[in-house]
């Protein structure tokens, strides 16, 4: 099977920075497009960035400009800046078209969550 796991939450004071990262496991030969959303408690998750392989990112009005995703084959990062407390959530990291090996055996998932990881931003 193939996971998603995200990694480098935490709590951060205002106007800090923080590095995400999401990584594939298992045998992952490809994965068309990589994303970062994120909940807010109470609200529902956003997107905030997509990544298609070999193309450049995009981002929503959601990141306002403080944040730059970068992808380096099936690992998905997020540099966020300037974090605010309104940045307070769970990033997930989604994936869409991932082709992976049991075995020798190809495998097609249409999409996959990560299980999410906690940022806080708090004096």
């Known amino acids: 099977q193939v996971q998603l796991v995200e990694s480098g939450g935490g709590l951060v004071q205002p106007g800090g920075s923080l590095r995400l990262s999401c990584a594939a496991s298992?045998?992952?030969?490809?994965?068309?497009?990589m994303g970062w959303y994120r909940q807010a408690p109470g609200k529902s998750r956003e997107l905030l960035a997509t990544a298609i392989n070999g193309e450049s990112p995009n981002y929503t009005d959601s990141m306002k400009g403080r944040g730059t995703i970068s992808r380096d084959k099936n690992t998905l990062y997020l540099q966020m800046n300037i974090l605010e407390p309104e940045d307070t959530a769970v990033y997930y990291c989604?994936?869409?078209?991932?082709?992976?090996?049991?075995?020798?055996?190809?495998?097609?998932?249409?999409?996959?969550w990560g299980q999410g990881t906690q940022v806080t931003v708090s004096a």
């Open positions: 989604k994936g869409e078209g991932l082709t992976y090996y049991v075995g020798d055996s190809p495998r097609y998932e249409y999409d996959l």
């Open positions: 298992g045998s992952t030969s490809y994965i068309h497009l």
